[in-house]
């Protein structure tokens, strides 16, 4: 069993957690554009517009990478003690975060390559979806810092093995 995280797991999750909260800014001008295609009309092509497609796409390349490792090198345990309850709601946060950061940039990539605009819907929904998983996340590891003090939160800064 690893004891932490490794420097590439970090960056990555540092790198996703960047373009997710740029997508999270930047992205309405996406729904501008979108609007236009669903009118019949040629989208207005902007700056805000290419790079919410380079980042969205980026981060389907990182999560990727990601879930390589994730596999190949295996993860940290849950900290000693914690409960099977908070153990399994950390389980599911995660499971919820990778279906999210998978289903997102697919689900926008189909939509406007593809032309499955139900699927715009579907990728419109990841936001607020989005919004509730990373302010969960950002209480919980604040939570395991300040008040349980395990160290849960240094093992995303940096790596222990």
């Known amino acids: ?17 960047v373009l997710i909260l740029f ?5 309405e001008e996406m ?10 009309l040629a989208p207005n092509m902007t700056l805000t ?4 497609i380079i980042a969205g796409s980026a981060v389907l390349a990182l999560v990727v990478w990601r879930l390589a490792l994730r ?8 900290p000693a003690g914690e409960s099977a309850a908070v ?10 975060f990778y279906i999210l950061m998978l289903g997102a940039p697919i689900t926008g990539l189909l939509a406007w390559y593809g032309g499955i605009t139900d699927l715009a819907e579907v990728h419109e929904l990841a936001k607020p979806a989005l919004i509730i998983l990373i302010v969960v996340h950002i209480a919980a590891a604040f939570y395991h810092h ?10 995303m800064r940096k790596p222990l093995d």
């Open 49 to 52: 517009v290419w790079a919410h």
């Open 31 to 40: 729904g501008v554009a979108w609007d236009a295609v669903e009118d019949g």
């Open 1 to 17: 069993m690893v004891k932490g995280y490794s420097r590439t797991q970090i960056a990555l999750h540092w790198a996703v957690a």
């Open 71 to 78: 596999l190949t090198r295996g993860v940290p345990a849950a």
């Open 146 to 155: 300040f008040i349980v003090k395990d160290g849960l939160l240094n093992r």
């Open 23 to 27: 997508q999270l800014i930047f992205g």
């Open 87 to 96: 153990r399994m709601a950390g389980h599911a946060g995660h499971i919820g």
